[in-house]
């Protein structure tokens, strides 16, 4: 089955550093990674949308000097915070999936961010 | 985001009963997904439709993209059925991405 994995499952920073995520596919071959951002009140952001060999499209209010993505291949990718600060806090969601199929989107666990 | 309408926010059941969940949507939507969120924020796959129905055991989902809504119907409420539920849309503005709708925290109580 489609599996998604994330790492750190939970990581604390200091406010003004920065920390990177990770997003690992399973079982298919995640060629579009959305990145989201799930407030502590539980609404969803869509932060940026990845697709394997093409430009990583920002929403509104995010952009890639502040979460810089990586998306090398079909099985994983990556994103940091840079220089995060209380409002960056929230529970990060990579959703997968092969846009060559089905359009389902698998999601990892996610990584839960407090800034300190 | 706006596209979606979830109701009810909060819900509360007992063990045995049934309930539906709604989502409107307020713009073209091709295919809708249906979540359940754990208390650790697992996103767990319920249902993926791009029209019609499917049924899984005592849940059932229908999807109506000419009338812009979705909906998930529970039956016979566990208490393993509790957590935040979730409609998320593929549609405009981005095909491929999901808009969410704000949730539906679910309680069974026995």
């Known amino acids: 089955g489609a599996l998604v994995y994330q790492y750190p499952r939970r990581t604390i920073c200091k406010s003004g550093t920065s920390m990177r995520m990770e997003c690992q596919a399973v079982g298919f071959q995640a060629t579009s990674v959305a990145w989201y951002r799930q407030s502590p009140q539980k609404t969803f952001e869509l932060i940026a949308l990845?697709?394997?060999?093409?430009?990583?499209?920002?929403e509104q209010n995010f952009t890639q000097e502040k979460f810089p993505i990586s998306h090398p291949n079909l099985s994983f990718s990556s994103m940091t915070v840079l220089n995060a600060y209380l409002e960056d806090r929230g529970l990060y969601l990579c959703?997968?999936?092969?846009?060559?199929?089905?359009?389902?989107?698998?999601f990892g666990p996610g990584t839960r961010l407090t800034v300190l | 985001g706006d596209q979606v309408e979830q109701s009810p926010s909060a819900l509360s059941l007992h063990e045995g009963t049934s309930s539906a969940l709604r989502c409107n949507f307020t713009?073209?939507?091709?295919?809708v997904q249906w979540f359940r969120q754990n208390s650790r924020g697992s996103l767990i796959n319920l249902f993926y439709l791009a029209s019609g129905t499917k049924e899984n055991g005592r849940l059932k989902s229908a999807f109506d993209s000419k009338e812009l809504y979705s909906t998930l119907h529970i039956r016979d409420a566990q208490l393993e059925d509790s957590g935040t539920y979730f409609c998320?849309?593929?549609?405009?503005?981005?095909?491929?991405?999901?808009?969410f709708g704000s949730g539906t925290k679910l309680t069974v109580e026995p």
């Open positions: 998320a849309a593929e549609g405009m503005p981005n095909y491929n991405v999901l808009y």
């Open positions: 990845s697709t394997v060999n093409s430009a990583i499209k920002y």
């Open positions: 959703g997968a999936r092969d846009d060559r199929g089905d359009a389902e989107q698998f």
């Open positions: 713009t073209t939507t091709r295919s």
